[in-house]
Structures are given as structure tokens and as C-alpha cells.
């Protein structure tokens, strides 16, 4: 909200250039001598590379998590169509994920696995050095909806929300946060999450192989179906309670208790578990209050802007207040 403001009120000092020179002259001679050098050299500096209001917008841009951003990932990732594991789909959802990565920037691997006869594939990215923290989400779809009427079962999962929110919100991510200090900090997008509970297939599959790979981690936060409209997110209580707490805190400190709610909720079986179980504080965040859940009707249609802007901000500012402190205090 506060990048609006500040332009508005340098496009008005450009404004008093070109209208009246008179204006400009006087209200220059004003400026202490110390404000005078300070305004040469932003102005010095910006016209190097771009005109005055190009470089105000995209400094605008740079620094803050964007919701309408990260919502165009996820049409994009809607518009390949359903993206389970093995599909062909897939493998476009993982050469857009990977070329997102890249052009922002982080170093990435692509990890095979192989599992009752089907290839998966992990994307993982890192910027930084030291003990690492890892945020990650599913990038598979559902193959099936189960929970559709029993004669439309068979139809995919779009995965808007499941599936597609959180590689959104990720990716965003990966556009607006800086290079950690201090710490390594990995992106990582997990296959065959979503196969779970057909043919023998249990959940977290990819974030299985992910977590024995010793990534040294001090932390994992996962986010999954965190873009409904609705948005209502509640403690999980297979997560640590330590870092639960720490993330919720951060969000009612940026006045967002109304969506980040202080009680636990749901026992869920997901791609933080993998991680805990090997004694790596580990947490989910997820709105399970979803009702296209596993259906055929989990569109963009259901999946907000706002929510996704919400829950990115607070991921960002985890990272930056909290990601430090975590791997040191381990
Ligand atoms: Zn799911």
C-alpha cells in the first residue's frame, strides 16, 4: 500500500518540473544542501537505467509479494490442464517451475524417483550458504476426484487450490525474496503428493525422497491449498508447536489473525511429515475448510488473489525475521 503513495508524490515533484520552472526553482532552493545531494543522486542514478517512473514501479514491485502475480501462475498452471504424477502435463508444469527459478536466479536441481513403476521428479532451489531452511509445496494434481458424485469419480482434479496455490505462492516468492544472509533457503516443489490412497499409493511420496536427501535443515514450512477466497487458516496439529507458533505470532503482528487463527484444527497427513519424522521442526500451513476439496471443481474461479497475498506476505516476512534466528538456535 505504500508504494502507490510514494510515486504519487515524485510523479507530482516531475509534475512541478514540467509545468512551472519558477516553481521547481524555489522549491529547490529550499532543500537543505544535505536533501539537494540526495535528490541529484536518486535522480542520477534512476535515469541510468530507465525512465523516472518505469524504475519507481518495478522498485514497487521488487520488494513485495504479489497476489495478482502469483494468481497468474496459477491460471497459467491451470491452462496445461490436470498434472499428476507421470503425466505429460507434468513434465510442462516442471519446465515452467524450473524456468520461474531460474530467471529469478536460484540455483536448481531436478531430483528423479521412482516409485511402483511411475517416474516422479522434485524440483528443488536454493540461494544462500549455511544450514538451510526449506519451504515447500506439491506441484502433482489429483489423478481422480474422489469426492465428485460416484459417476464422475473418474474426472482429474484441477488443482487449483490443491496444487496449484502453493507452487504459485512459491514461485512468487522466488521473484521477491532477496538472497538470505547467513543461511541457505530451499524452494522446493514436491511430486506425487496428491496420488495418495490409490492403487496402494500413500501420500507425500516426493517429499519422502526430498527428505532423505540430508539437506541439513533447521526448519520446513509446507503450503498446500492456501488460495481459497474464504481464507481460514488454522494450526495443524501434526506441526511443531514452536514453529507453529512462531509463524502465527509474525502474522497477527502484520494484523492477519482474522486468516492466520490461533487454535488447532486438523491432524493432516502431508509433506511436512517426511521431515518431522527424521526430527526436523516441521509445519503445515493449509485451509482444510475448502468444499471443492478433491472434486472436479477445484477451478481459479475459487482461488483469490487476496489469499494467496496474504499467506506469501507472511511466509516473507517468516523468512525474513524469523529464518536466521531458527538456524541458529539449533
Ligand atoms: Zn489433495
Known sequence: MR???ILGHILSI?????HSQIGWKRWLS??????????????????RVAPLSLVLLSACSTHAFSGSKAFNHVRYLHSIGPHP?????????RDYITQSLQTNGWQVQVNPFSYRGIQGFNILAFKGDGPGILLGTHYDTR??????????????????NDGNSGTAVLLELARCLKEPEGFRLWLAFFDAEDRGNIEGWPFSVGAYFASQLNLDLAAVIVVDMVGDANLEIYQEANSDRALTESIWRLAQ????????????????IDDHLPFASRGIPSALLIDFDYPYWHTSNDTPDKVSPKSLEIVGSVLKAW?????????EKR
Open 143 to 160: 489423478p481422480v476426484s474422489d469426492r465428485n458424485p460416484p459417476h464422475l469419480q473418474h474426472m482429474p482434479v484441477p488443482g487449483a
Open 85 to 93: 504424477v507421470g503425466s505429460r502435463a507434468q513434465e510442462q508444469a
Open 14 to 18: 516531475a509534475g512541478h518540473s514540467s
Open 253 to 268: 503482528e502484520l494484523g492477519l489473525s482474522k486468516y492466520f487463527i490461533p487454535q488447532v484444527k486438523y491432524s493432516i
Open 30 to 47: 529550499e532543500l537543505s544542501l544535505t536533501w539537494k545531494g540526495l535528490l541529484f543522486s536518486l535522480i542520477l542514478a534512476m535515469r
Open 319 to 327: 523468512v525474513e525475521k524469523e529464518g536466521k534466528r531458527w538456524t
Open 3 to 5: 508504494c502507490p503513495i
